[in-house]
């Protein structure tokens, strides 16, 4: 698609396409949802998804379609972010929508979920680490009012298997308990202890989920 279409790409000043890359991992282009074709191939994406029966969408980096650049519509890159959005949300439609990698504010209106937290791991480092539990619950705190105001919260997974231990468990339980949103453990199950495993679906925690945490004096 890049090699074919070449005027469907965010260019920078010298016509060049714009890219980046996310901890060295690969080279990313931006689309241009402004260009006809362009957005529509890449509402086509989602769209098909929904058609082969996947309900729940979490789209990342999405921050990248606010890159200030030359596109095929004279906008501004947040008029070009706000295009892309609604194309977005358009081909999910009913569907979870879980914005990641977005600039908050002028994400409202498109997302039913929200990335709040840090990642707590990452493929070259997939942990569990208390350091990146540290960031994630550091960014939940600041931003757990936002649960069911805005949409629903997303902290990031939790993370039971070892090497945390039992209070670093619990600390991944309550950071995502504090945040009042979705729950989703992100650990391999199947290989989890029974003991571990049933910490994180005891029915009592679980139940909270939603509910709006309130600091205690």
Known sequence: IYEDQPDWWVRDANGEPITYSNFGS??????DATHPD???WMQAQVTNMV?????????????????????YADVTAMEAFHIGME????????YFFLACGAPMLPSLGYADGFRTGADIG????????????????????????????WWWVDPDQILLREPFDA????????AN?????????GDDLTTLPEVILEEGLEKSIVRLRGAIAEPLN
């Open 26 to 31: 690969n080279s990313y282009a931006i689309i």
């Open 122 to 149: 990452f493929g070259f480092d997939p942990g569990p680490r208390r350091g990146y539990l540290r960031w994630q619950l550091r960014a939940t705190a600041a931003r757990s009012w936002q649960n069911q105001l």
């Open 51 to 71: 058609d082969a029966g996947w309900r729940y969408f979490k789209l990342d980096f999405l921050y990248a379609g606010a890159e200030v650049g030359q596109r």
């Open 38 to 40: 362009a957005g529509a």
């Open 167 to 174: 209070v670093e468990r619990t600390g991944s339980l309550v």
């Open 87 to 94: 194309l977005l949300k358009e081909a999910t439609g009913e």
């Open 177 to 185: 308990l504090a945040s009042g949103g979705a729950w989703l453990i």
